[in-house]
């Protein structure tokens, strides 16, 4: 018996507005060697009878008689799956038609890749896009650095290598972030990274997932930070952790104590990759040196309170800075010298 190589798994509940068109998204595919896999979480809608009013031979259906939640009906999908590769499309999110036989292509061509994504072209619920791209694509190297920080990829634009999904498995406790989760830890036995090119459109409206769990999607995603974060051999704090999560970079940093202790995390953070090497060195280093710089050049005031922490911080020796920059940085310290982005 010959199996599908590529088992798209979509879940859904009560998603009648836009169900159809995802669907069609996946049957429009110029690969064809694909099952879809559909689980309806007990919808009360209309959802049932849109599926069911598509027949293709590709598409698998099954349902919950209870309400089980996201995370179960993803573990469902994945259970009744047999391709060598699971792919994922969102009941509100599409796929565009070489979506597949680019993702399989580059599964194929490089075996040590456990999860490949794509970008994402962001849509309103009338499939209307803005303009915007959502994601970042990175080396398989950077991409796993830049994870520490932030999630980087759209969750409907997954493809993974089911032998590697598989090991991590999927939580079925954390309906909000899960796909972050998730992505972290295939990273730990295998190489991930998204395709520079917009192969799905994220879908933006009322309902999402993001709306929906508003309130929960910082401490579920600070708890993914933390498990990344102890791995260097921190037991971040609470104001660390509220540190690395609320990390961005700015024309303008106010100088106060808040300010002070950023450059000491970022510090602790370059230390402790030194030591334990969980991330590749070249690449944590600059990410981490890039926040660093961006603080250090600009403070919304020089202030003689910088010089401790410049002048002992391993980023800075690390540097290619001269002799000059040192002394213009201390000038300006010395004599409160305002920012040039003020």
Known sequence: MS??????????YNGEKFIAEAIQSILNQTYSNFELIIVND?????????????????????EHSNNSGECISRNTALKKSKGKYIAVNDSDDNS?????????????????YGLVGSLAEVIDKDGITNGNIQSLAFSYKMTKVILLFRNCFTHSSFMYRKKDLLKVGINKNKPIAVDYETAVKISRISKICNIDEALVQYREHGNNMLVKYKNDIESNVKAILKMQIEELGINPTKQELDIHYRLKKSLSHHVN?????????????????????????????????????????????????????????PILRSSNLKLIDHLKFTVKCLFKHKSRNL
């Open 3 to 12: 199996f599908p190589l590529v088992s798209v798994n979509m879940v859904v």
């Open 257 to 313: 104590n808040k300010f002070l202790a950023h450059i000491l995390w970022l510090d602790k953070l370059y230390y402790a990759n030194k030591k334990q090497m969980v991330f590749p060195n070249d690449e944590f280093s600059r990410y981490v040196a890039g926040y660093w710089f961006n603080l250090i050049n600009n403070p919304d005031q020089y202030n003689i309170k910088l010089l401790q922490p410049y002048f002992k911080s």
């Open 42 to 62: 007990a919808s009360t809608d209309s959802t049932e009878k849109i599926i069911k009013s598509f027949s293709d031979t590709r598409i698998f259906y099954y």
């Open 96 to 112: 565009f038609p070489l979506r597949l036989v680019k993702q399989v292509k580059f599964l194929e061509e490089n075996l040590d």
